[in-house]
């Protein structure tokens, strides 16, 4: 694993064999996404795409409060200029994020707002507490929300709440992101991670392999479907684990045959 030992924005919460869990870490601004966590996302970014993990990300408390993130860092936003914005800066990162090649989750609690939001919608999985407050709140700072969230919101909850929400600023908690999908389970801050971690050993209960390969053919368009499927299957048809899961699962059926029969004399 690479020595992330020198972090500042970020913070290694847990790592185990098939999963890293990541904690934003600026409480002194609410966790607001600065040049420093996306440099240091992207280091994580690399990291995986080398060797592929389950990521959570999760926020920190403040002041005894949960908070994801409050958005991008307004200090530095105050003083970005077009070539800054043509730069993409954080619509690269959530990018990247959103194409690591297992599953990332998001655990939201308190503040997931403007960037904090765009960075929660790039995961493939959000959990949230009934504190959460979600939304797009850039127009009202003269801007728009331009990491992702003129797109991905949209797929994620219709049109028209979309709109409500990058249009008028609407914020949503915990209950209605859970009501409209935008998360899919709520729970208490206190079982947050653990929800997490229990998302997590779900996924890897799977074939990785599998799950990998069906992440990226999941995000392909829709005009090279069936042939991606068809080739992306050939793929894992060839695969050690295929063989060996089926044949455990048929070892357990016969197992439960014989006793059935066992059991009727």
């Known amino acids: 694993m690479t020595d992330f030992a020198d972090f500042v924005a970020l913070t290694i919460a847990d790592e185990r064999e098939d999963r890293i869990h990541i904690q934003l870490n600026r409480p002194e601004v609410r966790n607001a996404i600065d040049q420093q966590m996306v440099d240091e996302l992207h280091a994580v970014c690399a990291e ?9 990300l999760s926020g920190t408390e403040v002041k005894g409060k949960g908070i994801f993130a409050s958005g991008a860092d307004i200090a530095q936003l105050r003083e970005r200029r077009r070539d800054d914005a043509l730069a993409g800066i954080n619509s690269t990162i959530f990018d990247r994020i959103a194409k690591l090649p297992l599953p990332v989750i998001a655990a939201l ?11 929660a919608y790039a995961a493939d999985f ?86 990998r390969i069906t992440k990226a053919v999941f995000h392909t368009p829709r005009e090279v479907h069936p042939l991606v499927d068809t080739l992306a299957q050939g793929m894992l048809f060839e695969s050690e684990a295929k063989f060996d899961r089926m044949q455990a699962f048929l070892d357990k059926r016969e197992a439960r045959r014989k006793a059935r029969e066992d059991q009727s004399k």
């Not at 080398?50 to 959570?56: A, G, T, V």
């Not at 028209?160 to 729970?187: F, H, N, S, Y």
Request: proline share 3%; hydrophobic share 50%.
């Open 126 to 211: 959000r959990i949230g507490t009934a504190e959460l407050k979600m939304g797009q709140p850039e127009t009202g700072l003269g801007i728009m929300a331009a990491a992702g969230a003129t797109w991905r919101l949209k797929e994620l909850v219709g049109e028209p709440l979309a709109k409500e929400i990058l249009l008028a600023g609407k914020i949503l908690d915990g209950q209605e992101c859970l009501k409209v999908g935008l998360i899919t389970e709520l729970v208490s801050a206190d079982k947050l991670i653990d929800a997490a971690h229990a998302l997590a050993d779900k996924i890897g209960e799977q074939d990785l392999l599998a799950v």
């Open 48 to 56: 995986l795409e080398r060797n592929p993990k389950i990521l959570i």
């Open 109 to 119: 609690d308190g503040f997931a707002l403007g960037g904090g939001a765009e960075l």
